[in-house]
């Protein structure tokens, strides 16, 4: 907290909180200023920073300015912003252990802009300030995907972009029609309604959530992106809009709806990928529907384990990516059809990805089974059967796809005579600390819930929930067991929402690009066409009057003298008339 | 699989099973639609993986799988 006097101007003293967010932007401001070989170690810095500062955030606004006739909030804490700007800060922490080894500059800096960015969105107290942050992390993980350098990464970057250009427009739409409406930009949760700016901002957010059908993006970029690049992308996107749906819209019920359909369509999505960082994608979408579906039941309990799950499965979810990137990193291939027996290759890889495995499927004494629970038991409390069980069915979707299929598939399939290259040792130290954190939670899950938005008081270690667990996850394994010849990996795409768009993506490129391309094309060609005309005219304007027209006759020379005096005329004319303009504009 | 991860598993099956006779539900997890069933769970994980797996295999075979070039030629 710094003490500022007499700024902002209205105020007298006052103690000014600087946005935590903006350590981490500042940081991939300086990061390029800096020599080559600290930069890797200068990456962890900054996170570090961020989540002291945040650490000294009062409660409520810490910095607003003026900004026209509106106030704009810059910082403001709750503690909803606390759990998620702290995840947000270690996971940044986390991500650049893991990427240590990276040399390009600007996959480091686009990270940190990327994480600053969500941090910026987690402690945005205005709909503008949440804007500008929103933006920055569409702009900089784009460039996650990019860094990929391949031609499908750089397709799939493009319309990553569009998609979040057009939700951002979606966005500002929003704000605008709201501030048309109430004169104000601060952010307010909003009841439900059928309101157009309301709905629009939903819209926007859901987009970011990846509630279908506006998920595409998600399944379509993240398995496209850098092998680091899409730990920050697993992590930061889809939360930062859960927080916001968390803060904004909590009790909206049709979110409960688009929750439990989320769950589920991930789920079944991901028995089809045959990328084993598009299996992780789909299952993104899937734990996000529980999130949603607590944010649409509203209760403190659901929002709770809205919370803590987003917590969680930031933890596990980075942990999955980091293990499926080792894989990627060291083999070169992510498709179940290609990988196979890399068990003994890399034993450790395996052992830190079973962690998250153990975590995303709701192991007991792992991250998951305190959070995922928690929502399920909001819904059971609620008397919700149906979303009790069809979230327990998704929960049997994760297991089967992320516990058993991938590891399956990629560690203990047919051998195929993979070689794995060596894997850094930042790589495992991220790997080794997100599994820890999830290992501390599930075994101590008070260190979470004394932080959640509302007095926790859910047990998760009764043993009716252990006996439920361990029948689910058994049976689940039983079923997967005797039909595990159906789920070896194809070699296909899967069709999804995307399809609307990527399909006609010719023809509007055509119209929009193309077309406009040629028309300019055109133009260019006219107009060098008159230039030309107008070059062979100046050579003898007098050809123009006919009385004069002469071919032999015309010296330019000849005619300047009296073309000069012709214009000093004019000029002088023009100078007397605006003296005389400015004399009357006087009196 | 092993014969001792068979023995494990068996005897892990039959505590969970077992269980589900001998401890009541607590208010958190209520049965749904009140079915007091003790292997409830291990019947729905069974058929719910089962489910799963047919259910998103069949839709994929009748119009959601195409082959990995299909965006580039379309």
């Not at chain 1, 409390?381 to 149906?386: F, L, S, Y």
Request: with cysteine; aromatic share 12%; charged share 10%.
């Amino acid at each position: 907290m710094i003490a500022l006097r007499g700024w902002p101007p209205h105020a007298g003293v006052c103690s000014v909180a600087l946005p935590p967010g903006w350590v981490l932007l500042l940081g991939a401001l300086l990061l390029p200023l800096m020599p080559r070989r600290i930069r890797s170690a200068a990456f962890l810095v900054f996170p570090i920073l961020a989540l002291a500062l945040l650490s000294q955030v009062p409660d409520g606004k810490g910095l607003s300015v003026a900004f026209m006739n509106y106030e704009l909030v810059l910082c403001q804490a709750n503690r909803l912003s606390r759990v998620f700007g702290a995840i947000f800060g270690l996971i940044a922490f986390i991500g650049g252990l893991y990427a240590f080894h990276v040399r390009r500059t600007a996959e480091r800096m686009a990270a940190l802009g990327y994480a600053g960015g969500a941090l910026g969105v987690a402690f945005a107290g205005d709909y503008l300030t949440l804007f500008i942050h929103w933006e920055i992390m569409a702009i900089s993980s784009t460039y996650l995907i990019w860094a990929r350098e391949t031609r499908e990464s750089e397709a799939a970057g493009v319309r990553y972009l569009v998609v979040h250009l057009v939700g951002g427009v979606l966005m500002l739409a929003g704000i605008l029609l709201r501030l048309h409406h109430t004169g104000s930009l601060l952010l307010t949760p909003l009841p439900p309604s059928t309101d157009l700016s309301s709905l629009l901002i939903l819209a926007s957010v859901a987009l970011n959530a990846a509630v279908p059908p506006l998920h595409a993006w998600l399944a379509d970029a993240y398995p496209k992106a850098s092998v680091t690049g899409a730990v920050f992308m697993s992590a930061l996107t889809t939360k930062s809009a859960v927080y916001v749906l968390a803060r904004v819209f909590p009790g909206w019920e049709v979110l409960t709806l688009f929750g439990v359909a989320m769950a589920l369509y991930g789920v079944f999505y991901a028995v089809l990928a045959n990328d084993i960082r598009e299996i992780l994608a789909y299952h993104i979408i899937s734990q996000v529907g529980y999130m949603v579906a607590g944010v649409g039941m509203g209760t403190p309990m659901a929002l709770n384990g809205a919370t803590a799950h987003a917590f969680c499965h930031i933890l596990y979810k980075a942990l999955l990516f980091m293990g499926a990137g080792a894989v990627l990193h060291t083999t070169g291939r992510s498709k179940l059809t290609e990988l196979g027996g890399l068990a003994r290759a890399m034993p450790w890889a395996l052992a830190l990805y079973m962690i998250g495995a153990f975590s995303i499927s709701g192991f007991p004494l792992f991250n998951g089974f305190i959070s995922k629970s928690m929502v399920v038991a909001a819904a059971a409390v609620a008397h919700r059967d149906t979303v009790v069980l069809l979230l327990n069915l998704a929960s049997i979707g994760t297991f089967l796809s992320i516990g058993v299929k991938l590891p399956h598939s990629t560690w203990f399939g047919p051998p195929r005579g993979i070689q794995p290259g060596p894997t850094p040792m930042g790589m495992f130290l991220g790997m080794g600390l997100a599994a820890a954190c999830c290992i501390l939670l599930g075994v101590a899950p008070s260190l979470l819930y004394q932080h959640l938005p509302y007095p926790a008081h859910f047990k998760p270690y009764t043993p009716a929930h252990l006996v439920e667990t361990a029948q689910l996850l058994l049976f689940t394994f039983f079923g997967f067991w005797m039909f595990r010849r159906y789920l070896a990996g194809e070699p296909t795409v899967t069709l999804d929402t995307d399809w609307f768009y990527r399909g006609p993506a010719r023809v509007v490129c055509g119209v929009l690009v193309v077309s406009v391309d040629r028309a300019f094309d055109l133009f260019d060609r006219w107009a060098l066409l008159i230039v030309r005309a107008l070059a062979a005219f100046a050579r003898n304007p007098l050809r123009l009057l006919p009385p004069f027209a002469s071919d032999t006759d015309y010296s330019p020379d000849r005619c300047r003298p009296s073309t000069q005096r012709l214009l000093a005329c004019v000029l002088l004319a023009f100078v007397l008339l605006s003296l005389w303009g400015l004399y009357r504009l006087a009196l | 699989m092993t014969l001792w991860q068979r023995a494990a598993l068996s005897l892990l099956t039959l505590i969970a099973l077992a269980c589900g006779f001998l401890i009541s539900h607590d208010p958190e997890h209520p049965p749904p639609y009140g079915i007091e069933l003790p292997v409830f769970y291990a019947l729905f994980g069974w058929a719910g993986c089962v489910a799963i797996i047919f259910v998103a295999k069949a839709l994929g075979k009748l119009f959601l799988q195409k082959t990995e070039n299909y965006y580039d030629r379309a």
